[in-house]
């Protein structure tokens, strides 16, 4: 029996571990991953959106564009026009790099000085999306980058809900 509480209590801890809170979120820091908008004009926007590591491509663009489409449902528009926009990686490189070491050791002069360059290191990569959006009456009903917010919302909104991590 204890071992099946060992084995209840380990596998928690493994999957709460795994566990992560909604990646749709407002960034609370500059280097965090969420959603961050600056307005620039009084009808053009600057929306981006930076995963965390593990996020997908796709969804850090799916949630830039949901982004978007809330900004212009909030102040009233029915669609917004994407002007730019730039996905792009960004690696994190662990350990590896440039060492050096002073030694000793037992025996018949075993000390020294070495330098070294260890490769051992790893990277992880994740993706942020910048978009500069227009809304407002100069975004003409449609067009090739003109979205529709309240539809662009509905199509996306299951899985902004579900986190869509990957």
Same mark, same amino acid.
């Given at each position: 029996?204890?071992?099946?509480?060992?084995?209840?209590?380990?596998?928690?801890?493994?999957?709460?571990?795994?566990?992560?809170?909604?990646?749709?979120?407002?960034?609370?820091?500059?280097?965090?991953?969420?959603?961050?908008?600056?307005?620039?004009?009084?009808?053009?926007?600057?929306? #981006?959106?930076? $995963?965390?590591?593990? %996020?997908?491509? *796709? @969804? &850090?663009?799916?949630?830039?564009?949901?982004?978007?489409?809330?900004?212009?449902?909030?102040?009233?528009?029915?669609?917004?026009?994407?002007?730019?926009?730039?996905?792009?990686?960004?690696?994190?490189?662990?350990?590896?790099?440039?060492?050096?070491?002073?030694?000793?050791?037992?025996?018949?002069?075993?000390?020294?000085?070495?330098?070294?360059? #260890?490769?051992? $290191?790893?990277?992880? %990569?994740?993706? *942020? @999306? &910048?978009?500069?959006?227009?809304?407002?009456?100069?975004?003409?009903?449609?067009?090739?980058?003109?979205?529709?917010?309240?539809?662009?919302?509905?199509?996306?909104?299951?899985?902004?809900?579900?986190?869509?991590?990957?």
């Amino acid at each position: 029996m204890n071992t099946k509480l060992w084995f209840v209590v380990l596998s928690s801890l493994l999957l709460g571990a795994c566990a992560s809170g909604p990646a749709y979120r407002a960034a609370p820091e500059a280097d965090d991953y969420g959603y961050r908008d600056t307005q620039l004009t009084a009808d053009r926007y600057r929306v #981006s959106f930076a $995963g965390d590591h593990g %996020t997908a491509r *796709e @969804t &850090v663009e799916n949630f830039a564009l949901f982004r978007a489409a809330d900004i212009a449902i909030n102040h009233g528009a029915e669609r917004f026009r994407i002007n730019s926009r730039e996905t792009s990686p960004v690696t994190s490189t662990y350990g590896g790099g440039p060492s050096t070491s002073i030694g000793y050791g037992w025996g018949y002069p075993f000390w020294g000085t070495s330098i070294g360059y #260890s490769t051992g $290191g790893s990277s992880r %990569t994740r993706y *942020e @999306t &910048v978009l500069e959006i227009q809304i407002g009456d100069e975004v003409p009903d449609q067009g090739a980058e003109v979205y529709d917010a309240n539809e662009l919302k509905r199509n996306l909104s299951a899985a902004v809900a579900a986190g869509e991590q990957r």
